[in-house]
């Protein structure tokens, strides 16, 4: 719980400073960096946060392969740009973690009214993009040719799996502790 109280006070103070700019700018390409800029700030802090602390993992795992590291930071500076401004800001996640943990029987009903524009569409609209984020920025990378990335963050809210690569598991740690 206080993880979330912390995630929550970032979200509603935090913001990028220069050194992040110049750190997204230095791995993604302008069409990534444009699907990065269209998220929540609050989502772009996350995720530049999420990319440091990946940048520290994959220090410990005592690796020398930069394309593997190049692809962890990517991978996590646009592992949630299925989260676009406007459609789920900070009130929709804050909505959807309290609707998994205190009546996610509800849930499907809501994300059958995502597109009505009545107030119950636009907590469906929330939830369906807490849920479906990581397929929706799949799809947003495999359409500027980022195939690769795609195919991890497509995966990044699933449970571990033996089969899950070293990128996709930093991947999942990172996000987890941010």
Same mark, same amino acid.
């Given at each position: 719980m206080r993880q979330r109280i912390r995630q929550f006070i970032q979200a509603v103070f935090g913001r990028l400073n220069a050194e992040g700019h110049t750190f997204i700018r230095a791995y993604l390409s302008i069409p990534e960096q444009q699907l990065f800029y269209a998220m929540h700030?609050?989502?772009?802090?996350?995720?530049?946060?999420v990319a440091l602390t990946a940048k520290e993992l994959y220090a410990k795992q005592s690796r020398d392969d930069s394309d593997e590291y190049i692809l962890l930071i990517r991978c996590s500076l646009l592992h949630d740009i299925g989260?676009?401004?406007?459609?789920?800001?900070?009130?929709?996640?804050?909505?959807?973690?309290?609707?998994?943990?205190?009546?996610?029987?509800?849930?499907?009903?809501?994300?059958?009214?995502?597109?009505?524009?009545?107030?119950? /569409?636009?907590?469906?609209?929330?939830?369906?993009?807490?849920?479906?984020?990581?397929?929706? /920025?799949?799809?947003?990378?495999?359409?500027? /040719?980022?195939a690769h990335v795609a195919e991890i963050i497509q995966?990044?809210?699933?449970?571990?799996?033996?089969?899950?690569?070293?990128?996709?598991?930093?991947?999942?740690?990172?996000?987890?502790r941010n």
């Open positions: 700030e609050a989502d772009q802090l996350h995720a530049f946060r989260r676009v401004k406007g459609d789920a800001d900070i009130w929709g996640k804050v909505l959807a973690v309290l609707f998994y943990r205190f009546i996610p029987s509800l849930i499907p009903y809501f994300v059958r009214k995502k597109d009505t524009a009545s107030v119950f /569409g636009r907590i469906g609209r929330a939830l369906h993009v807490h849920i479906s984020h990581p397929y929706i /920025g799949a799809d947003k990378l495999r359409a500027i /040719g980022a995966h990044h809210q699933k449970k571990a799996a033996p089969e899950d690569s070293l990128v996709l598991c930093l991947l999942k740690a990172a996000d987890a």
